[in-house]
């Protein structure tokens, strides 16, 4: 007589994925170097990677947003919604783009123009302003956000090693990538503000008419 089989019960978190952040944090020249001999697509690198990561700032803002409102009165949670996924997907938006950046730029600086590698430096780089969105749980807590610029150092150590710049260029194409890619930022979160601000001008205007109630 058999027994019966036990159902066999999946990690709630990819493990793989939770070995990536790890190990691009705490270690990145030795992740950077793994992460250069990987096969991967942009599509792999998206689905499996940043699409997830990528969520961890809309979600926890948009709860800590209705929870924990900073100026006393929360958004509308219809406007809520709508700013954490424009947010999310102007991230991935961003994210894409810093990859076209950092592949157009390769060849001016002596390096070798390949998308797919590309793509790594630039969905990898982001994992640390990815991670510190979890603190918009807490908004009082916002301003640890800046420990997400870890990712600029990440962003400097997989650069020339994986797009093959030249140690003496290495700095030049650093300096060039990221101004590009701050201005790109800028207006992402410009567009992003500016429907935040609707909202809650819309919301004040209502409760001003209906007298809070």
Known sequence: MTEPSTPSTQPAVDPALIARVKGIILQPKTEWARIDGEFATTRSLFTRYAMILAAIGPICSLIGGQLLPLFGTPMSILGALLVAVVSYGLSLVAVYLLGLII????????????????????????TAMWLVGVF?????????????????????????MLMKVPADKAVGYFIVT????????????????????????????????????
């Open 103 to 126: 592949n157009a730029l390769a060849p001016s600086f002596g390096g070798a123009s390949d998308p797919v590698q590309a793509m790594k430096v630039a969905v990898y780089s982001y």
């Open 178 to 213: 990221v101004i590009l890619g701050l201005v790109m930022t800028f207006i992402i979160n410009a567009i992003v503000g500016m429907i935040g601000a609707s909202f809650l001008v819309a919301g004040a205007g209502m409760a001003a008419i209906t007298g809070g109630y």
């Open 136 to 160: 918009g749980l807490i908004p009082m807590l916002g301003v640890l956000a800046i420990l997400g610029l870890y990712s600029f150092y990440l962003l400097y150590l997989g650069l020339p």
